[in-house]
């Protein structure tokens, strides 16, 4: 970058002028945990850094700093002209520490004066713009008393032409009226609660949490740039949409790499420019390398305005493998996006870091760690932080901040969330680092399958140059399922990794695992925490990511993941599975092992694959390897028909079966093989006949096999579906209908190691197919009448069973048919 363009972006005293114009009188509240940085805040240096990078100024004055506040309340006249009892520290949230206010008001008022320098020639050459970089949630802004601004959303930036509004010399003065109910409606929120839970939900964040900022701009001037590389034709696709009062207005664009000019290129304002860039120097994690970008704005020759910018030239896209499976490329090559979920929290700023250095500190972070990527989780951050990725080289994903959970958003919520969504997508879409828009988290705030899949075909449209994640996770947490649009299929699993295959137009990623959590003393926001799976020290910790990281490489291979996504960078509240602790005051794993099986990740994730285990052709005939007929008719023994492994029968009565005799469950017992008679980690076939006594909202299990956690396979009726599965832990092979009690099915489920699918058949007909790539080999006993989850015995079956057979190899469609016709 440019010397001038990076002194204006690093400088920090450029806007200490503005300072001095703060009210005394505030006092930090009292931080429940400190970082690094939080002593260094102070009513003088509250984020005084150039707030926007790519959109760069000469002329400006910073307005963080000491505010008057009050609470209010909904419909109070704005306090003109009076002075405010509290004192708060913009740009920190009200109920953050840094802050002084340390609380939640649904409704609250900002008051401050400025004044306007007066050789910026404001109201003769010169408009005054004041910026918001995010207010939490509805703002409204007067200058003395005139109102001129509303925004509605937490996450977007605004701003405002205060010229007329201003008196001719001396002290102005600023209101800001903000309304943030946060979960007490249905605005997005991303993981803000007004009551936290000891969970995945933390404290909320109201009110001005970006920087606020002034600046004088030409009548007609640059209002936004809109950037977009081709490496392909060695361009940059430019478009400098202007504001103000019009004009024959043109543009000089000039592009420089240090200080050699690259291009010039000279053309008409609002209007698709192509600026060349030969033999473009790529941006990638390993050289993020950026070119400086000047333009000039004339009207009829004469210059009015000027601004500072950069770009990257990367492409993101798509490739088949040499595995013949798709797979993520960076500038046409393939790259496996190592990253982990940043939610970007704090224990002194909750929302806003309380330092540019703290901001930085985190992705700083993902580099030693060995990582190329970084998941925005369903928050954004202030324009600061997209810059040091760029500089960094970190590729990001960008979640769209979700509603609230818990039910189904009313038709104005859901209209809403789509035009924040567009805000976000619009205003961050130069960012070099952002490579993906994810809109859905889960079920978080989804109201329809449709819906999901139109916004992903929405936000494409909106940016066709990166890739669309439509629903992260869709194979969790209250998802309405998948739309097959998007680029995306995302899976999440804890501790994972997930193992989602590509198909035919989509690549396929791990959007959530791991979350390994370690206990760290005088350490913790609530003294105690909580983790996925803990550990008891920081060695166990790291053998347990690094065992865990193996398995992401394998799924990489063997099943064509295209990236994974780390649960955590850091702690979050009561969530302690982070690299660091909460406060950023504790390294908790061994930092080289951790680098070392990234780096060895993204080097052999290279698209050659490995395909999956070739199993070989398994026990001949329909007999299978062990069989149970049930025709004992009294006795505690299940004979292995076909094998020498009885089952021990507990809990449950003969009856009459199919054919023979069956076994008769009343929502306890079982019937265990006490042996492992399936090798998860390859191909096999389970069957039975089943007959349900209810068919409501509770699980029943008709055979798996256990592990000491979860089941490695439940062929089960899964009561939140309320139809016959095959099941994995977060994926299901479902029937189409609900099963009729006291009716007698046929269940086979087929697991294709090979293929990387799993099946359900119910009387002989294939009903469903999903992908499943990888699977863990288990040594627990094959169990006949219920599951293990959580290392508990449950969904035990409230029914009959008859004729299990179990087989080594993965039975065709014309063998199963045959089966359940009884052959």
């Known amino acids: 970058m440019t010397a001038a363009l990076s002194a204006l972006l690093l400088a920090a005293g450029v806007s200490a002028p503005a300072q001095a114009q703060t009210t005394p009188g505030w006092e930090m509240g009292e931080p429940r945990m400190v970082t690094p940085w939080t002593a260094d805040v102070s009513p003088a240096n509250a984020l005084p850094e150039y707030p926007r990078p790519q959109l760069a100024r000469d002329e400006w004055r910073n307005l963080n700093g000491v505010w008057e506040f009050a609470g209010a309340t909904e419909g109070e006249a704005p306090p003109f002209g009076q002075g405010l009892a509290e004192r708060i520290l913009v740009p920190y949230p009200t109920e953050s520490a840094l802050s002084g206010i340390q609380r939640h008001e649904d ?137 103000g009062e019009g004009g024959r207005l043109t543009v000089e664009a000039t592009v420089r790499d240090g200080k050699r000019t690259v291009s010039r290129t000279r053309g008409a304002a609002d209007e698709p420019l192509r600026v060349p860039v030969p033999r473009a120097k790529l941006w990638s994690p390993d050289s993020p390398f950026l070119y400086d970008l000047d333009v000039v704005l004339k009207d009829r020759g004469r210059v009015i305005d000027r601004v500072s910018s ?38 002194d700023g909750i929302y806003t870091a309380p330092t540019d250095e703290a901001l930085r500190f985190d992705l700083e972070q993902h580099k030693v760690l060995g ?62 680092s952002i490579i993906g828009w994810v809109p ?67 690549v396929s990623i791990d959007g959530e695992h791991g979350g390994y959590g370690l206990e760290v003393e005088g350490h913790m926001w609530f003294g105690e925490g909580h983790a996925y799976e803990m550990r008891p020290d920081s060695e166990s910790l790291t053998e347990a990511y690094v065992a865990n990281q193996r398995e992401v490489l394998a799924a990489a291979r063997n099943c064509a993941i295209s990236g994974a996504i780390y649960t955590q960078i850091t702690d979050v509240e ?21 680098r070392a099986i990234n780096e060895e990740i993204i080097r052999e994730a290279d698209g050659s694959g490995g395909g999956g285990p070739d199993p070989g052709p398994g026990t ?20 292995d028909a076909v094998g020498d492994t009885d089952a021990t029968v507990t809990g449950g009565e003969w009856t009459t079966g199919v054919q023979g005799g069956a076994l008769s469950f009343n929502g306890g017992g079982q019937a265990d093989t ?89 009387d002989g007909v294939k009903v469903d197919e999903r992908g499943a790539c990888g699977a863990a080999a288990s040594t627990g006993n094959t169990v006949i009448g219920r599951a293990e989850y959580g290392g508990n015995q449950v969904d035990h079956l409230r029914g009959d069973v008859d004729d299990v057979r179990v087989f080594d190899r993965a039975l065709s469609d014309d063998e199963v048919a045959r089966l359940a016709a009884g052959e």
């Open 107 to 243: 409704h609250m008022w900002y008051r401050r004066t400025f004044e306007v320098p007066r050789d910026w020639r404001v109201g003769k050459d010169k408009a005054l713009r004041i910026n918001f970089g995010a207010v939490d949630y509805k703002a409204t802004v007067w200058v003395n008393g005139q109102e001129v601004a509303t925004h509605q959303g937490g996450f977007g930036a605004f701003s405002a032409d205060v010229t007329d509004a201003l008196k001719p010399h001396g002290k102005q003065e600023i209101v800001v009226g903000v309304e943030d109910r946060t979960d007490a409606t249905w605005q997005p929120v991303g993981k803000q609660r007004n009551v936290p839970d000891r969970g995945i939900f933390y404290e909320g964040a109201s009110g001005i949490w970006q920087t606020v900022w002034m600046e004088p701009v030409a009548r007609s001037h640059v209002d936004t740039l809109g950037m977009v590389p081709d490496i392909d034709t060695g361009t940059l696709g430019l478009t400098v949409h202007t504001g």
């Open 440 to 506: 859905f988290n889960e079920g978080w705030g989804e109201w329809s399958r449709e819906a999901t899949g139109r916004i992903a075909d929405e936000v494409k449209a909106q940016d066709p140059t990166r890739l669309v994640n439509a629903h992260s996770g869709v194979n969790c947490c209250a998802s309405l399922g998948d739309s097959g649009r998007g680029d995306v299929i995302d899976w999440h699993a804890y501790p994972g990794p997930a193992k989602p295959t590509p198909d035919a137009n989509r």
């Open 574 to 594: 009561h969530e302690v599975n982070g690299f660091f602790t909460y406060d950023r005051q504790v390294a908790k794993m061994d930092f080289d092992r951790v």
């Open 674 to 762: 006490g042996a492992s008679l399936v090798d998860t980690a390859g191909s096999y076939t389970v069957s039975a006949w089943a007959k349900l006594d209810v068919a409501d909202g509770g699980f029943q299990t008709v055979v798996s096999q256990d592990t000491g956690s979860n089941s490695a396979f439940f062929l089960q009726y899964s009561g939140q579906d309320q139809r016959w599965a095959m099941s994995f832990v977060g994926l299901r092979a479902l029937s189409p209908t609900k099963p009729e009690p006291g009716r007698w099915y046929h269940l086979t489920g087929v697991r294709d190691a090979k293929a990387g699918t799993v099946e359900l058949f119910v």
């Open 620 to 639: 001949p005939g329909l007999s299978g390897v062990h069989a149970y007929k049930f025709d004992e008719g009294s006795g505690t023994t299940a004979a």
């Open 371 to 432: 990582f190329n990527t970084v998941r925005k989780h369903i928050k954004t951050e202030p324009d600061r932080w997209y810059y040091h990725a760029d500089r960094l080289g970190l590729l990001v994903w960008q979640d769209m901040p979700s509603m609230k959970t818990g039910g189904r958003p009313p038709v104005d919520a859901q209209r809403q969330f789509e035009t924040e969504l567009r805000e976000l997508v619009e205003e961050k879409k130069n960012w070099t």
């Open 310 to 347: 950069y770009f990257g030239m990367r492409e993101i896209g798509m490739v088949e493998g040499e595995d013949g499976r798709k797979r993520i490329t960076l500038n046409g090559e393939v790259l496996f996006l190592m990253s982990t979920l940043d939610q970007g929290y704090w224990p």
